[in-house]
């Protein structure tokens, strides 16, 4: 993952995404993606971010209008606020969500942490909004937890690929 990232072109997604893995690195070794769906497991959150990856790049060869970096960028923030929305032990076993994750969900809080950052260091607002809409509409369904399902490429991409690695 941090070697796709490195890769990246636009300094401020490489700068952004680097500055998340790395704050996060070692609750991102064993947390799981979910409490009971998909990867419910030990580096479940990891494995899920990588093979997303695998698949986005090879997705960017095939359909090259897609901005390759916003893609994976996206791919690697979309649900790194599970590490707040889920209560989880070293051995990936979770007990449950957190308060802030039944209030909330890692959607709404992965919106609030990615403009945070992007705030404080300064990226762009049109970027910033673009990155938000890629967490907020990853899910695709109202009943799922997206108010907003995906406007423009990219967004409908993750959420093709998180779909697909999740069933």
């Not at 070697?3 to 401020?12: L, M, N, Q």
């Not at 997604?13 to 064993?30: F, G, H, P, Q, T």
């Not at 359909?63 to 889920?86: P, Q, S, W």
């Not at 979770?94 to 909330?104: K, N, T, W």
Request: net charge negative; hydrophobic share 40%.
């Amino acid at each position: 993952i941090m070697g796709v990232i490195d890769g990246f072109e636009d300094e401020e997604l490489k700068a952004l995404c680097k500055s998340i893995y790395e704050d996060n690195k070692e609750r991102i070794m064993y947390y799981p993606a979910a409490m009971s769906n998909h990867h419910a497991e030990y580096a479940g959150l990891l494995w899920h971010v990588k093979r997303m990856l695998m698949a986005g790049i090879k997705m960017c060869e095939v359909y090259t209008n897609l901005n390759r970096d916003l893609l994976l960028a996206g791919i690697v923030i979309h649900d790194i606020e599970k590490l707040n929305e889920i209560e989880s032990d070293e051995n990936g076993i979770s007990p449950g969500y957190s308060f802030e994750g039944q209030m909330l969900g890692h959607l709404v809080q992965g919106v609030t942490m990615i403009h945070n950052l992007c705030v404080s260091m300064g990226i762009g607002n049109e970027k910033m909004v673009l990155l938000e809409h890629m967490i907020l509409s990853h899910h695709y369904q109202p009943e799922y937890g997206s108010p907003k399902r995906p406007l423009f490429p990219e967004a409908e991409m993750l959420h093709h690929l998180d779909n697909i690695d999740a069933k």
